[in-house]
């Protein structure tokens, strides 16, 4: 009954290990997560780093109770664990299961961020998982020579030496493309600031991207909606319950549908004071604001779409936006493209190549009223249609991102921006992989990082996995003979 439950407990561990491996690379994702989890429950909270503390302190726990396995087998004694420790390692086992069985169907797409980190981390994951395995060969060294049959010793050391094999080799099928050669590595990614600074002012406000044109930013970027009487406006949101003060002037209003409000109850909301309250930032790594930006952004009110090209005019900074259709029975529901177009050519004077226009709908129509515009699509097609439709740009979410996809649109001049790209292991990536640029929540950060986090020469790679094999088969062939 004992060796039954060791394989529970080894179980629980790789559970909770893939999950938090799984959670941590999630980061980048937090706001996301939060967001749609405000979005189901009608008010904002970190769950993100409130599940990070959960899954982390149920790791630790885990880990210790497999040490502990580890060091009475070793010693050739029965695990005999407590019953309350058995019953929290199933516990542990049944919700780390449910939770990776629900994040695969709510949030399964957050597995490709997984996948693109094996392509920063593997090296370091390679060598990590061999030491684990050189340690491991002590207690199974233990057992190996105390079995009288061979059929026994095959049971304990096959499996071990198989995976022990694995590993050494597994490196020939490791690629990223931050193995290169020298001189090899293209430009920096431009950077697009996502909603201007979320992490240092409230998003989609002026304060916003005044703080990316700060950062020396290279270009903004918002969501657009038209509002009842036809002012186009920045707002993300459906409602504007997260980001405005409507709950406090308007509480019947406080789920309206923002399109369908007129302009001039929409300029009198405040649009700066939620980012401010210390009990709900939007992000869990967010810096302290100064006494002066924190004035600065309580002051802060709903940007019409001209009030944001004229600074992105005066910035010289390039516009990428997501324009929201209004609902039905909204009086601009046929007119939204027109209403917009109109804004941008007749009541702002900013350069149309500085436009990069990502609406699918009416597109032909858009290049005859603006053949300025950098025609922007939002989801990969074949050379050859992207060049029919005159497209210069893929606005692309990072999952998406692939070094031979950038190449072969790279080499008929057509750039790709991915989104939304903040940690700088992702930023990293997206640099080795030749990105033209990404929009980002965290431009001051990574316009400071003058190199990739990881950069090694295939020669480097190589030395690096080869040595750390020679050294692990060393030290599990001596601790081997030394049990012998």
């Not at 190996?144 to 995976?163: D, E, H, T």
């Not at 293209?186 to 950062?215: D, Q, V, W, Y």
């Not at 007129?262 to 930032?281: H, I, M, Q, R, S």
């Amino acid at each position: 009954k004992e060796s039954v439950f060791f394989f529970f407990l080894i179980s629980a561990f790789f559970l909770s290990l893939v999950f938090l491996y799984f959670w941590g690379e999630a980061k980048n994702d937090y706001n996301d997560f939060d967001w749609y989890t405000y979005r189901s429950l009608g008010y904002w909270f970190l769950w993100s780093v409130l599940i990070l503390a959960v899954v982390a302190v149920l790791f630790t726990y885990v880990a210790l109770l497999v040490v502990l396995a580890v060091c009475l087998l070793s010693e050739g004694q029965q695990l005999y664990l407590h019953w309350c420790h058995k019953v929290g390692t199933l516990v542990v086992l049944v919700l780390f299961i449910a939770a990776l069985a629900a994040l695969s169907n709510l949030w399964g797409e957050e597995w490709s961020a997984v996948r693109l980190s094996f392509q920063v981390t593997a090296p370091y994951l390679h060598i990590g998982s061999l030491a684990c395995m050189t340690l491991l060969s002590w207690p199974m060294a233990l057992y190996f020579v105390r079995m009288n049959k061979i059929s026994s010793q095959l049971i304990i050391a096959g499996p071990y030496l198989a995976v022990l094999l694995f590993l050494y080799f597994i490196p020939l099928g490791m690629y990223s493309p931050c193995i290169r050669q020298e001189g090899t590595l293209g430009a920096k990614p431009l950077l697009i600031g996502h909603r201007g600074s979320p992490m240092l002012a409230p998003e989609n406000t002026k304060m916003s991207f005044e703080k990316t044109i700060e950062n020396e930013g290279d270009g903004l970027e918002t969501d657009v909606t038209i509002s009842y009487d036809g002012v186009p406006f920045l707002m993300h949101d459906g409602t504007l319950k997260r980001t405005t003060n409507v709950q406090e002037l308007y509480p019947n209003l406080t789920n309206a549908n923002a399109a369908m409000l007129p302009w001039d109850l929409l300029e009198t909301l405040n649009a700066g004071k939620w980012f401010t309250k210390v009990l709900n930032p939007p992000f869990s790594s967010m810096g302290s604001l100064s006494a002066e930006d924190q004035q600065i952004a309580r002051n802060q009110s709903i940007p019409k779409l001209s009030d944001y090209l004229k600074l992105a005019e005066r910035a010289n900074k390039t516009v990428l936006f997501d324009l929201y259709r209004p609902p039905k029975d909204h009086p601009y529901r046929d007119s939204w493209i027109n209403r917009t177009l109109d804004v941008i050519l007749n009541e702002t004077t900013i350069d149309p190549k500085l436009v990069l226009w990502l609406v699918s709908d009416m597109r032909s129509f858009v290049q005859t009223v603006a053949p300025g515009f950098q025609q922007t699509q939002g989801f990969k097609s074949s050379v050859e249609e992207l060049v029919s439709n005159h497209i210069v740009k893929l606005n692309l979410p990072y999952s998406q991102m692939s070094q031979h996809d950038i190449r072969m649109y790279a080499a008929a001049n057509i750039t790709t921006n991915f989104y939304v790209v903040s940690e700088p292991w992702l930023y990293s990536l997206a640099w080795c992989a030749g990105a033209h640029s990404v929009t980002t929540n965290t431009v001051g950060m990574l316009k400071r990082m003058d190199k990739p986090i990881v950069f090694q020469t295939p020669a480097q790679y190589n030395l690096m996995w080869i040595l750390t094999d020679i050294i692990s088969a060393f030290l599990i062939a001596l601790i081997f003979v030394l049990h012998w």
